[in-house]
């Protein structure tokens, strides 16, 4: 990919680590790569900003987090949704379904002569 | 990943700040290593490799930072969030594991809530009586100054020019104003009333800080011989005796004879240094041309205002100097004559009854109180640390599995405390709803007039503070001493008490069982003082009087009027039925008017006394019951134009004639008049119940006819034949003979003498019932040790009893121990109430305060409930069957 990244939006974030968390208990290293890819690296998500979301999250108690042993033999902290994360991750995929439906309808309107 | 998630919460919840910090930067680490191990794989230098990490990431300190502090606060809130559930947990199971102890719950709040209950009701007495200021402007500069004769300091009063050169020729005051509260008839040509007037002067109100809120003050012009006589009154006198009208300024009303102008109406509230007065009125335009001048006729209170920085005792010298220089100048009046200058609160508390001295009953009740609550709260204590024993199991086995000592602790404190808080909650209803009632036993003298007993809020605030102290100091030694027991051990079940513990309890008991000798002791004292009391012989017969009083003032009772209407009075209520005798005098006794003069054997002018001075017709001492000893009462025939007859007090003849031979005698009067003695009466207690009359300090009685010295102020003395009369019949009687003459303080006269024993009775009931209360927590306290201590022996009984000991041999064992304690117990509580007695001296009558059969039968009385206390479960210990115990261990 070349072409420019493009900027997240505020709060897009949150519900892209919910949703990546969802999969499975993972630490915050390979949720950055698992949204990487599942993103084709369109989006350029900063670390920095991704850990404070993790962090954000759990003080939200969406989020758990645990010590363990990663895939590499190191200790790692693992992340996992909370049941509170689960219906959270619901609430905001129908949210940003419902958002992204208005936009379009908008954008692919046939032009008004 | 469920067993690491509880153990991973355990240590989670144990984060510290610097913890935090070390997960985020091992977390970032984390992310960093794995991006240079990639990035090496695919086959870059370590060193290039990291850098690159580092590049990509970003300024990780600052990541670091950021995330540290959300981390933080998430942990302060968990922490939080666990406190309050765990203390919520706490007081659920406190309740829980009390509800389970119902026994032993219920016997600890509701001893506690006696105490707090009690306390709560002293301490709104104690707030109220000394602790409040007094409702003047700087109260605390407020004194009293006591004209006294020396050399004993009686308190006599002042004249009125003596209580201005106290004011003039000392540097001490601002002010200085004359006192005296005196009852008046006050008419308005409507009808009269019966008022409390206070005679002051024009600084009065101002010394008090106090405006009138209509009319006009005092003024020192007002307070002249012939300036015309003026009066203020009283709010509520406004109120409801004119209606509250403005243009009542300037109208005219009769105080007794003399009619006064109106000038000021005093703000609502204020009734003057007495708390009843209605009407404040200058001396001088009131009495006779002399009143300013002479300096002999003292019966004058003073009030006065320390300047600022001078404290009671320097302006006492100051007085006292200008007391000394007085009697040099005019030593016919002021010789031996002193004045004591005493703050205004103390005045009110020397003031009343003797044997009321009321800080000294409060001090007494007070103590008696704390050692109640001492009790209560020992008892509390005691009552956890056996039961912390029968449930050491409980708490080792929550030792076991992981509960820190300090949360052990805390959930012990926690019982305590929600026992307490029950306890003492329990005890200020108790003390809201019962105060009332307990105050209104109280003797009317006792307290201040300005006191107004209530549990207020202020007084709820000290309590719930007392309660929350004992509440901790109940729960903290029983906590640590349970939470401390070795783990090991108990589990095992080898239930040893260490002796740490055993000398603690027994410590405890012992207290216990001295306070409650404390208690009983003084109770005994009380009762002993009160039924002394109540068998003095008083001299008369109060059964079936009734006795009221009349002021027979104004132009119509001239000594015409007051002879027609005593006789008309007189001759009218003996026809009322059921009455058996009628008699009138200057003062019926006990009622607290008396008026005292000197006189003197006529052979011997020089050695005049001091003597009470009553004016009674004939049948005042048939109608009070007072034997006539030698020769003859007064009789109808002793009246104007005959010779001055006197009867005499047995104690005035004593003290007067060689072996009391006064029939015939003669006497000189303060006037030169000559009297004849013509009889010798009984001793009549006619003042104070509890002073005798053969005491070298108490003046004597001479009773003069009243038709000889006819006074004005009167109590009309009613014997009814089977039962006191109504009141309603004097009011009807007097009310048709003479409208115009209001009759007042109508009382039988055996409650005037009951309100005389109603401080002892007061004392008895309260340090008794306190006694009683004391004796069963100190009872309840034995048991429990007592009980703790054959449980913890009953394996050493059960191998005796099962090796054929006999059963009164370890009975003996049991009640060796708790016998020890017992007179132990006794002999510090004998030693404590020795101490205890110095205080309350002055409250007891015709008992000491070391006093041996007081003593005996407190110690006595606990000894046997101690001793039952005990016997309870010694006997259950030897009736157990030793094979049972055996097999259990």
């Not at chain 2, 919840?13 to 290593?33: K, N, P």
């Not at chain 2, 010394?207 to 011989?225: A, M, T, W």
């Amino acid at each position: 990919m070349d072409g420019e990244e493009l900027q997240v939006l505020q709060g897009t974030l949150d519900v892209l680590v919910l949703k990546t968390v969802s999969h499975g208990a993972a630490h915050g290293y390979a949720i950055a790569g698992r949204i990487r890819a599942l993103t084709d690296g369109e989006l350029q998500i900063e670390d920095r900003a991704l850990y404070l979301s993790l962090h954000r999250l759990e003080a939200r108690g969406w989020l758990e987090s645990d010590w363990g042993l990663s895939e590499n033999n190191r200790r790692a902290k693992f992340y996992q949704l909370t049941a509170a994360g689960r219906r959270e991750l619901q609430r905001e995929q129908e949210r940003w379904r419902r958002y992204a439906a208005a936009v379009f309808k908008v954008l692919d309107a046939a032009p008004v002569r | 990943m469920g067993m690491i998630e509880g153990i991973r919460r355990q240590l989670r919840l144990r984060l510290s700040a610097s913890d935090t910090e070390q997960e985020v930067a091992d977390e970032l680490r984390f992310h960093i290593d794995t991006r240079v191990e990639e990035l090496v794989r695919g086959g870059a230098t370590e060193a290039e490799a990291r850098a690159r990490a580092h590049r990509e990431f970003g300024d990780v300190a600052a990541a670091q930072a950021e995330l540290s502090a959300v981390d933080r606060r998430r942990v302060q809130g968990e922490r939080r969030a666990e406190l309050i559930s765990d203390l919520v947990q706490d007081m659920h199971f406190a309740v829980r594991t009390l509800l389970r102890a119902r026994t032993f719950a219920v016997t600890a709040a509701l001893t506690l809530a006696l105490a707090v209950g009690v306390t709560t009701g002293l301490v709104a007495v104690v707030d109220q009586t000394l602790l409040r200021p007094l409702p003047f402007a700087a109260p605390d500069e407020l004194v009293m100054l006591n004209g006294v004769a020396l050399p004993e300091r009686d308190v006599r009063g002042g004249s009125y020019a003596e209580v201005s050169d106290w004011g003039s020729h000392t540097n001490s005051f601002t002010a200085v104003s004359i006192y005296n509260a005196l009852p008046y008839n006050l008419s308005d040509g409507a009808g009269a009333v019966h008022v409390r007037g206070e005679m002051v002067s024009a600084s009065y109100l101002d010394l008090l800080g106090v405006r009138p809120q209509l009319g006009r003050d005092l003024r020192p012009s007002d307070d002249v011989y012939g300036a015309e006589p003026v009066v203020l009154i009283s709010h509520g006198l406004w109120q409801t005796q004119f209606g509250g009208a403005r243009d009542v300024i300037g109208r005219s009303v009769r105080l007794d004879a003399t009619s006064a102008t109106i000038i000021g109406i005093l703000p609502a509230g204020f009734r003057g240094l007495s708390f009843e007065a209605d009407v404040w009125l200058p001396l001088l335009p009131y009495a006779g041309p002399t009143m300013a001048e002479q300096r002999g006729g003292r019966f004058l209170g003073a009030l006065a205002r320390l300047r600022p920085g001078v404290s009671a005792a320097v302006a006492e010298q100051d007085a006292q100097r200008a007391a000394a220089a007085l009697a040099e100048r005019y030593p016919d009046t002021n010789r031996d004559r002193s004045v004591d200058v005493v703050t205004l609160r103390e005045s009110y508390l020397r003031s009343g009854q003797a044997l009321t001295d009321t800080r000294t009953l409060l001090l007494v009740v007070a103590g008696a109180v704390a050692l109640l609550l001492l009790i209560a709260v020992v008892n509390v204590m005691n009552l956890q640390l056996v039961r912390g024993l029968s449930r050491s199991g409980e708490v080792a086995v929550r030792h076991a599995l992981g509960a820190g000592r300090g949360r052990i602790v805390r959930q012990l404190m926690t019982e305590s405390l929600v026992l307490t808080l029950a306890g003492g909650t329990l005890g200020i209803g108790l003390a809201i709803a019962g105060t009332r009632a307990v105050v209104a036993l109280l003797p009317s003298d006792v307290l201040p007039p300005y006191a107004v007993v209530a549990v207020d809020a202020r007084v709820i605030a000290i309590a719930l503070t007392v309660v929350v102290v004992a509440g901790v100091l109940a729960g903290l030694v029983p906590a640590f001493r349970t939470s401390g027991e070795r783990t090991a051990s108990e589990l095992r079940g080898s239930r040893s008490g260490g002796p740490r513990g055993a000398l603690l309890q027994h410590g405890l008991v012992v207290g216990e069982v001295a306070l409650a000798v404390v208690l009983l002791s003084t109770a005994a004292l009380m009762v002993r003082s009160l039924s002394a009391q109540l068998a003095i012989d008083t001299g008369f017969d109060a059964s079936n009087v009734t006795a009221g009083r009349v002021m027979l003032i104004g132009d119509a009772y001239d000594t015409p009027g007051r002879t027609r209407f005593i006789e008309a009075v007189t001759e009218r209520l003996r026809r009322v039925p059921g009455v058996a005798d009628v008699a009138i005098g200057s003062d019926a006794p006990l009622r607290g008017n008396f008026s005292a003069s000197f006189i003197a054997p006529a052979d011997r002018p020089d050695s005049a006394l001091r003597y009470y001075r009553h004016r009674v017709t004939p049948s005042y001492f048939s109608a009070l019951g007072i034997p006539v000893l030698r020769g003859r009462g007064l009789a109808e025939t002793d009246r104007d134009g005959t010779h001055t007859v006197v009867v005499v007090s047995e104690a005035f003849a004593q003290r007067v004639f060689e072996n009391g031979d006064a029939v015939g005698r003669r006497l000189v009067l303060g006037n030169a008049d000559t009297v004849v003695v013509v009889g010798v009466a009984g001793n009549v207690r006619q003042r104070v119940l509890t002073t005798s009359l053969f005491d070298p300090g108490e003046d004597p009685d001479v009773y003069f006819a009243w038709a000889q010295q006819p006074v004005g102020g009167l109590d009309i003395i009613v014997r009814g034949r089977h039962a006191p009369i109504e009141a309603g019949i004097m009011y009807a009687v007097i009310q048709d003979i003479a409208p115009e003459i209001p009759l007042f303080n109508v009382e039988p006269l055996a409650t005037t003498l009951s309100v005389q024993t109603a401080s002892a009775r007061f004392g008895s009931l309260l340090l008794g019932s306190f006694g009683l209360m004391g004796l069963a927590l100190a009872a309840v306290g034995l048991y429990g040790v007592m009980a703790f201590l054959v449980h913890a022996r009953r394996r050493e009984i059960a191998v005796r009893m099962a090796i054929g000991a006999a059963p009164q041999g370890v009975l003996a064992i049991v009640l060796k121990r708790g016998l020890a304690l017992i007179l132990a117990g006794s002999a510090l509580g004998i030693l404590l109430a020795l101490a205890a007695g110095r205080v309350f001296a002055n409250l007891l009558y015709g008992v000491r305060p070391v006093d041996l059969p007081s003593l005996a039968a407190a110690v006595l009385t606990l000894a046997a409930c101690a001793l039952a206390a005990t016997l309870v479960p010694a006997l259950r210990a030897v009736r157990t069957d030793p094979q049972l115990v055996l097999r259990a261990e």
